[in-house]
Nanobody, 114 residues
């Protein structure tokens, strides 16, 4: 079993920055990809950014150039540095770890005020 603990969400004004973290623990033998998704009220969950075991990254068009995903393999921790935040970035952000199956974090709220 894998446990994911997210942190770093909060309230910020437009133009501000936040950094999300997702620490994975438990029976982790081989992590393939790790990523961040988000879900705004009334909308479907969408991919924000993903990073593979080889550190290849991919971003949603809406966040490319503003968000940076990274991972610390030694700590099994995933990060999402978010800058130039916009009100439309407001959502619950979920961490995803792909390690034989998909594991989801509990979600962390990010609220950006205009």
């Amino acid at each position: 079993q894998v446990q994911l603990v997210e942190s770093g969400g909060g309230f910020v004004q437009a133009g501000g920055s936040l950094r999300l973290s997702c620490a994975a623990s438990g029976s982790i033998f081989s992590i393939n990809a790790m990523g961040w998704y988000r879900q705004a009220p009334g909308k479907q969950r969408e991919l924000v950014a993903i990073i593979t075991s080889g550190s290849s990254t991919n971003y949603a068009d809406s966040v490319r150039g503003r968000f940076t995903i990274s991972r610390d393999n030694a700590k099994n921790t995933l990060y999402l540095q978010m800058t130039s935040l916009k009100p439309e970035d407001t959502a619950v952000y979920y961490c995803l770890v792909v390690a034989g199956r998909n594991y989801w974090g509990q979600g962390t709220q990010v609220t950006v005020s205009s």
